[in-house]
């Protein structure tokens, strides 16, 4: 249907055209009853009319014409379609379930893909997600050493084998683990699973007079730099089975080391005992600023630091909290061939050199 | 079980008193007396005019929908749309070892052949049955003069077939439209159906046609056929569109189909079979001795509908592959009429974990030989697993492990608002909780859920006031008199923790020493004794449990003698969360009778009527 030259892009409600809601009454009444019973005409239409009214079986016939059409049918109408072609679920767990339900027989046919996983993540939770083959990681004889600080690991009976998948994703995995297994996860794989942290830290450098509520009733005032910007950072760690009781033994206050879990490191916050301090007096509570958010650390406080060290360290945090990360190389002060790690936001930067 | 549907009144009152409130509300009927009789029975009319059409409306909109209909031509109909093959009756059958003994006869032949469609009888539960073979078996003299038949892979194990022959002949017509050949019967096993198509009603010139889905490519010449169940309950034989969905008989054409008319379940069990009629051989009839390698099961009535209802959706899920565990229960459960139920699970949520592998439980029938399961595993794997599922993956069965709980059941009892006895009511109860496992539970993934069984418990009788459910597991052990054994036991749920007072784990009595035993553990401590009935400590140490893993351990665990009939022990624990007991994996929640109660309490409700 064309309107003013455009054809319609508005839902086409003349798919079908048919309309039994009709009363026929003063049609189908000889003339002469019409003349003497008006009255009896008015009821009957009376009737008809209220027949037709919501609720009423005039509505149910008039809904059994589209009532297996997927764009008009009603949604409960629709969650019985999804019984039959999607396993049961929900129409409501999708956001647009017209759509969804359309795709139902493809996503099946290729269950247990790389598209039917990423599918499933986009369906059901709008998301977009990464799929990571731990069996690349495994080591082999001859090809490259074992550690956190390398790529392979040792078979260890669980994510690192042959049948793994791991999905890192930003949702946990108690909220996708079930649909997932019904869904798309090849019956005996290990599933494993990393979430992807993705917020906006107020990674607010203040001023001490500048006041950021970062939790309901906390006032906050940061007094270790003298910046103020605002960033969106990102973190990237494990998650399933990390060893919580790891937390504690790393203060999360020093970057000279690798962070194991950046997950934990996000887990314990800006608020965790230690990292703070309370001045009741000025009900004002300090936070002390993670040095990683600063690259004005000295490096001479940590000779053994290598330029390894720092392009494993940042190789997955290229951005961190809104400060990009690079290493190029460059010639330091002294004119010396050397490495430069820098880290900027905006007009804000900050670099090291490793000479060569 | 299916929900429907309900998109209008359908009580006759209320459309009456509904229409009688529109009517009324305009303003031309204002001042009508709808209660005066004359429209009251102008009401009356079209409100049964509504009533009809609005049942007319809902069927008609319940059918629509495969989780609402409730025909099952809707409900099979509903299925085919989504690809999905509604089982007809299956016939039983039996693996049988032939012989023919010709020791001592002169020029005995180098090979005997029993012919296709040889007969056997069976007599289960006092009714004989008719098994036959559907192929062609040869045998060899061995030397001796005894032949053994085998199949074409060398197996002695010859397959026969309950059922009696049936054959239904058309003609093909002059229609234009597609023509549907009805067979008129509806305890066919469409598996057995041999399609021939003759060139006319006189010759002797046929065409064989095969079974759609076993065609490979199909074009306009192909000769393939499909049965498919008419909403009649007969079944239907199709055959191709003769343009791209394979040939179509020609006008003339004779179609012959020979199907076996099966007896469903009623021909399983039958372990002894006896040929019907002597093999002959140069002239001469010589007995087919018979020996049951196998006894007859997969003998089904056609599927049920709330099965249909259940299995559709996820074979469509599967299209046709074996992937997520989903799919190996639906393909199970679709091709296995011998198997009650099924559970699948991952190797990687298996216990101990066996990554590569998938995990399956089968549910058979009670009485189901170990022959049988074997075979249905074997037959698992061999036609499906080895050919659908993910390369390389392992399909691993396990047996069902059945925990069963002991519930006693306390109630609060007003004699006054009911016409039953205490007793009664007690016993009344006792036999909703046994019917209330029945219907809800004894199957996997079935969850326990206390509270739900006391609401249903406190909507039996007015006259129960309140209830109590007081909760136990348990597994059980087959110790062998006499011998120091070791017994690992893993519960589905938590046990709950050490208590001063109560014992988590206790066991049924024993005879251990000359005295009268139990297991239980040590109060407050997880430590397991072998403890006589006056509280004695026999044995300080037998094992321990571990309340968070669920686990019992009994280490070094011997016993004189059982006591009572049976030859096991109970191991009985008090659940962590006595609320919720959800089986895992293979477990299967029954009701021991024998450890289960309902006890009433008398409280009467009318203070003239208290006791003081």
């Not at chain 1, 060893?243 to 080391?257: E, I, K, N, V």
């Not at chain 1, 290598?306 to 400060?323: M, P």
């Not at chain 2, 599927?303 to 046709?320: H, K, M």
């Not at chain 2, 893993?490 to 050490?498: G, T, V």
Request: aromatic content about 12%; some cysteine; hydrophobic content about 35%.
């Amino acid at each position: 249907m064309a309107h003013n030259g455009f054809d319609q892009t508005l839902r086409e409600f003349g798919r079908i055209g048919t309309n039994v809601r009709k009363s026929l009454v003063d049609e189908v009444l000889p003339e002469h009853f019409r003349i003497d019973y008006p009255n009896l005409v008015t009821f009957l239409e009376a009737y008809y009319e209220h027949l037709d009214s919501a609720d009423n079986f005039g509505g149910v016939i008039h809904e059994l014409q589209t009532v297996r059409d997927i764009e008009d049918t009603k949604l409960e109408y629709l969650n019985l379609m999804f019984g039959e072609v999607a396993l049961g679920v929900s129409q409501a767990t999708f956001t647009f379930p017209r759509e969804a339900i359309r795709n139902f027989g493809n996503f099946f046919r290729v269950k247990g893909s790389e598209y039917s996983i990423e599918g499933f993540f986009r369906a059901f939770f709008q998301e977009n997600i990464e799929i990571i083959h731990p069996k690349d990681r495994l080591l082999r004889v001859g090809i490259g050493t074992i550690g956190d600080e390398e790529r392979y690991r040792i078979q260890d009976g669980a994510l690192y084998q042959i049948f793994s998948t791991l999905i890192r994703s930003p949702i946990p995995l108690s909220d996708w683990e079930e649909l997932y297994r019904n869904f798309v996860h090849p019956s005996g794989f290990y599933l494993g699973a990393e979430v992807v942290i993705e917020g906006l830290p107020q990674v607010t450098i203040g001023t001490a007079e500048s006041v950021v509520d970062l939790r309901a009733n906390i006032t906050n005032i940061y007094q270790t730099a003298s910046l103020g910007v605002e960033a969106q950072g990102e973190v990237v760690g494990a998650v399933t089975s990390a060893p919580l009781t790891l937390a504690p033994l790393y203060d999360g206050l020093d970057s000279d080391q690798i962070n194991p879990d950046a997950l934990l490191y996000m887990q314990n916050g800006y608020v965790q005992t230690g990292y703070t301090s309370f001045n009741g007096a000025q009900n004002l509570v300090t936070f002390r600023m993670r040095d990683r958010y600063s690259v004005y650390r000295n490096i001479n406080d940590y000779p053994g630091l290598t330029i390894a060290d720092v392009e494993q360290y940042y190789s997955s945090l290229y951005e961190w909290a809104g400060f990009y990360q690079s290493m190029d190389d460059y010639a330091d002060s002294a004119n010396a061939s050397a490495i430069r790690f820098s880290s900027t936001l905006d007009d804000y930067s900050a670099a090291v050199y490793f000479r060569k | 079980m299916a929900t429907t549907v309900k998109s209008t009144d359908l009580d006759f009152q209320n459309i009456k008193a509904g229409l009688k409130n529109y009517l009324r509300s305009k303003s031309e009927f204002a001042d009508y007396d709808f209660d005066a009789s004359g429209l009251n029975n102008i009401l009356d009319v079209l409100a049964y005019n509504t009533h009809i059409n609005g049942l007319t409306a809902n069927f008609a909109l319940n059918e629509a929908f495969l989780p609402t209909a409730q025909l099952r031509s809707s409900v099979v109909s509903h299925a085919e749309t989504l690809g999905y093959q509604v089982r007809s009756r299956t016939t039983a059958s039996a693996l049988v070892n032939l012989t023919v003994n010709l020791a001592g006869v002169i020029g005995r032949p180098a090979q005997i052949q029993l012919p296709v469609g040889w007969q056997f009888t069976s007599s289960i539960d006092g009714i004989s049955y008719t098994f036959r073979t559907l192929e062609t078996y040869f045998a060899r003299d061995n030397g001796s003069g005894l032949y053994e038949f085998k199949t074409t892979t060398g197996s002695i194990d010859i397959p026969i077939y309950e059922g009696v022959e049936k054959t239904k002949t058309f003609l093909v017509g002059e229609a234009d439209e597609r023509q549907v050949f009805v067979i008129p019967d509806n305890t066919i096993d469409t598996s057995t159906a041999d399609v021939l198509v003759y060139d006319t009603a006189s010759s002797t010139n046929y065409v064989t046609y095969t079974r759609l889905s076993e065609a490979v490519t199909i074009d306009a010449n192909s000769t393939v056929y499909s049965i498919r169940e008419a909403p009649n309950g007969f079944y239907e034989l199709n055959f191709g569109d003769g343009v791209s969905f394979g040939k179509k008989p020609d006008a003339g054409n004779k179609v012959v189909v020979t199907y076996l008319s099966s007896s469903g379940p009623d021909a399983n069990s039958g372990d002894t079979f006896t040929s019907n009629s002597n093999l002959t051989v140069g002239g001469i009839g010589y007995t087919v001795s018979t020996a049951t390698s196998n006894e007859s099961t997969g003998g089904a009535l056609r599927q049920s509908i709330e099965s249909v209802r259940q299995l559709a959706p996820i074979a469509y899920a599967s299209q046709q592959r074996l992937v997520t565990s989903a799919d190996y229960k639906a393909t199970i459960l679709s091709n296995f009429s011998q198997v009650n139920d099924c559970n699948v699970w991952s190797g990687d949520q298996n216990v101990p974990i066996d990554y590569g592998a998938v995990y399956v439980c089968l549910n058979f029938p009670a009485g189901t030989s170990q022959a049988t399961k074997d075979l249905v595993k074997a037959n698992i794997v061999t036609n499906f697993t080895d050919n659908l599922s993910v390369v390389s993956m392992t399909t691993k069965f396990t047996d069902p492990t059945d925990v069963f709980l002991e519930l006693n059941t306390q109630f609060d009892f007003d004699p006054a608002l009911s016409g039953f006895t205490l007793a009664g009511t007690e016993t009344g109860v006792f036999n909703y909780v046994t019917n209330y496992f029945n219907t809800n539970l004894n199957t996997f993934n079935a969850i326990f859920r206390r509270s739900n069984l006391l609401t249903e418990i406190d909507a039996l009788d007015q006259a129960i006031l309140s209830s109590r459910i007081d909760v136990k597991a348990q597994l059980r052990i087959e110790p062998t008199v006499g011998v120091v054994d070791n017994f690992e036991l893993s519960f589905p749920m938590k046990i709950a923790s050490p208590d001063d007072e109560i014992y988590s784990v206790s066991s049924s009595i024993f005879e251990y020493n000359g005295a009268v035993c139990q297991i239980k553990n040590k109060l407050n401590d997880t430590r397991l004794q072998i403890i006589d009935i006056d509280g004695n400590v026999l044995l300080d140490n037998v094992g321990e449990y571990k309340p968070l893993d669920g686990e019992v351990n009994i280490i070094g665990f011997t016993l004189d003698a059982f006591i009572g009939g049976n030859q096991f022990i109970k191991i009985s624990v008090v659940p962590d969360n006595p609320s919720v007991i959800r089986p895992l994996r293979n477990y299967v929640l029954r009701l021991d009778t024998s450890e289960s109660s309902a006890t009433a309490t008398i409280d009467r409700q009318t203070s003239s009527l208290q006791v003081t």
